[in-house]
């Protein structure tokens, strides 16, 4: 069945999603960091508006280009072939481009340095078994969402996030694109270079094994093309 949308257009939404998302992200940091040294009200501050555009981003483009915005979850459907390989690529290098503008973006409107490496420590065995699980539980979440509740997922992914700042150690970036980017904010959401390998490692990993359990839990249909529309 041919795309309603040319690769151009998919691309295009891809990084204008991943844009989107990292200015959230890194501007929400700021502006937390800007307003309360409580570092639970800061936390807070940073995760809701990540939820909620994570909602608006998905039923928004989501009809485009299916609103992947993270290269693991490409990753994981373009391994359920509903990308082929070099479309998969394609997306990838989008969403990295994407996710840097972010991160120029959000500086320029809070008067920061466009590009600031960080040297915000994010390492060790707790934070690489945090990223793992939360991009888990990412991917079984669209996976199953898109089995079952298909007009649900913008919700399930943006609840789901929002919930998993809060219970991984790592504040849950689950997405290699959005860890790369930023490790050139050093502000409240960053990451030092050195730390994203072992991040983006992590995310891909339990990326895989969510696609391993969803595969056999849900059965054949679980993620197949017919349904992946929405990610």
Known sequence: MREPFDIGRRLAAEALGTLLLVATVVGSGIMADSLTRDGAVALLANALPTGAILVVLIVTLGPISGAHFNPAVTMVLAL???????QAALYVMAQVV???AGVVAAHAM?????IEF???IRTGGGQWLSEAVAAFGLVATILAGLRFRADA???LVGLYI???YWFTASTSFANPAVAIARSLTNTFSGIRPPDVPAFVAAECAGAL???ALATWLLGHDAGGP???REA
């Open 118 to 120: 960080s040297a915000k």
């Open 110 to 114: 809070f008067g920061l340095p466009l």
């Open 98 to 100: 994407g996710g840097l």
């Open 209 to 211: 094994i969510a696609l």
């Open 226 to 228: 017919a349904r992946e």
């Open 153 to 155: 997922v913008p919700w």
């Open 80 to 86: 359920r072939g509903v990308l082929a390989p070099s």
């Open 162 to 164: 929002t919930g998993a």
